[in-house]
């Protein structure tokens, strides 16, 4: 059986073939698209339409290399929605989350609710971009007419089939769900203005969702698809991805945003969980993604574009390295990069307010970035095993960070843990294992992982000596406690 994996990033979208051969699991792909949000009439918003079309012409390739018959999963990022009108038509271009409008929503939010009992309920960590936040300022006239209300990757899913689900993965990230009611929390929807109903049923990873619909069909040359609903979180799929033996290790899935933490089978959302700002996102096979957002490779993009792309990312981590360690630092997690007009000058200025040597060049750059980034994790690395309880001996990184070597080696010496780094593409690969279980291709998970540790290279990267983490901490600290994180 052949199985595509539809993975939609910020950035950039791709259609990758997977399949079982000798044992291994074997990846071509098929299809690549740019993706990002513009900015239209004061609004950052998405073009789900680009994003669908782009699905068809993948599909179309597919068909013409042969492959008939095939079963299709579709991740994406989280927190961003669609509302839907009484015929199941969109009634708005899609918001991206870097949108300025929820600047201040999570005040206004917190005026009406505790921090602390939105958390108990359902142990999400606050991010003013999350989905409760955005409900909170949307529109009133849009939710009045609202029938409606389906995460980005369950939308595409209703594209091509016309069945609505609410994948649990992806609908935890809106911080609205109920951790110990198993639903959306009735007084939260009441806080946006929303009910129950207005959501399509919850369905795990592995479901199957239905076939494409005929009126495609008609429209494109396409296999024969079941599409499979997978853990539609791309992060999910991510960590789902993440070749992992055993409860020691942990994962940095390194991409946009980082993200850092462990596989659970329960959540913690203890007063010490809340107060470190963890998040509790719901996993396949009943997992819970114990983690911490961290801004993560949105910085070098950005500084990429902002010169025209005139480096590649590799050859931005090059320059980096020829440039002096820990010179300058930034808090990486200060709002103000979350969406600036200009990333350089924002570092810039972030430098000169902290009294530091102002970067110039594209290495110096580059270099702050690698090197505050590193100082992060290493912060949370620690402050997962003192949460956890856990001695995390190993840590998987995943995605397109587990290409950077400057950034690698800098995280296992600042953590003094063995770094794995890969695979790149762990979220389509995690996208696969639900699609190779549901289809009686593997037998679990654990299975599924034996397999990816079997086809996919990795890099070993072991700690250095000569790194003084008590110094780079408090350096750190000093600098970014005098900023406003996230």
């Known amino acids: 059986m052949k199985h595509v994996a539809v993975d939609v990033g910020a950035s950039s979208g791709r259609l990758l073939l997977g399949e079982l051969v000798a044992g291994k699991i074997e ?49 994406t990022w989280a927190v961003d929605y669609c509302l839907l009108d009484q015929e199941g038509k969109r009634l708005h271009e899609v918001v991206s989350y870097r949108d300025k409008r929820t600047d201040f929503a999570m005040d206004a939010v917190l005026a009406e609710v505790s921090a602390a009992d939105i958390y108990a309920k359902t142990g999400i960590q606050f991010l003013q971009f999350n989905s409760l936040y955005q409900l909170y300022m949307e529109d009133a006239g849009l939710k009045a007419r609202t029938n409606g209300v389906m995460m980005v990757p369950d939308y595409l899913g209703y594209l091509l089939t016309g069945k609505r689900v609410t994948e649990v993965t992806n609908a935890s990230s ?30 795990k990873p592995g479901e199957m969702l239905g076939k494409i619909s005929a009126e495609w ?28 033996v ?33 998040t509790n996102e ?73 009294g530091q040597e102002i970067p110039q060049t594209p290495g110096k750059l580059a270099r702050v ?12 690395i620690e402050q997962l095993q003192a949460l956890t309880g856990r001695e995390i001996k190993h840590l998987h990184i995943i995605g397109g960070g587990a290409n950077i070597a400057i950034l ?53 990267y072991t700690p250095g000596d000569g790194v003084n983490m008590m110094e780079i901490r408090a350096m750190y600290k000093n600098i970014s406690g005098k900023q406003e994180a996230f």
Request: hydrophobic share 45%; net charge negative.
């Open 27 to 75: 990846l071509t792909e098929i299809h690549r698209f740019h993706n990002g949000f513009v900015e239209v009439d004061g609004k950052c918003i998405w073009n789900i339409d680009h994003i669908f079309t782009n699905i068809m012409v993948g599909l179309e390739k597919l068909k013409k290399t042969g492959v008939t018959r095939c079963t299709l999963g579709i991740d």
């Open 174 to 203: 809106t911080q609205m769900l109920n951790l110990h009611t198993k639903q959306f929390d009735v007084d939260l929807l009441d806080l946006v203005g929303l009910d129950a109903g207005q959501f399509a049923r919850f369905v």
């Open 217 to 244: 069909h008609e429209k494109y040359d396409l296999p024969d698809c079941d599409v499979i609903t997978v853990a539609t979180h791309d992060t999910a799929s991510a960590v789902l991805g993440a070749p992992g």
């Open 246 to 278: 055993g409860d020691d290790w942990a994962f940095l899935s390194s991409g946009t945003w980082s993200l850092l933490g462990a596989e659970l089978a329960n959540p913690i959302n203890s007063a010490e969980a809340f107060a470190a700002n963890y």
């Open 282 to 354: 719901w996993g396949a096979y009943d997992t819970f993604r114990f983690l911490k957002n961290i801004m993560g490779l949105w910085l070098i993009q950005e500084v990429a574009r902002m010169q025209d792309y005139a480096y590649s990312y590799a050859e931005l981590a090059e320059l980096a390295a020829r440039e002096e360690p820990f010179g300058v630092l930034i808090g990486v997690d200060d709002y103000r990069f979350l969406n600036p007009t200009d990333m350089i000058a924002e570092i810039q200025a972030y430098c000169m307010e902290t």
């Open 369 to 380: 970035i690698y090197d505050s980034l590193a100082i992060q994790y290493a912060i949370q």
């Open 408 to 460: 690698n080696q800098l995280t296992a010496d600042l953590t003094g843990i063995t770094v794995h780094a890969g695979p790149t593409e762990a979220t389509g690969l995690g996208n696969l294992a639900v699609q190779l279980i549901a289809s009686g291709e593997a037998e679990d998970i654990s299975a599924v992982r034996e397999l990816i540790r079997k086809s996919t290279p990795l890099t070993t």
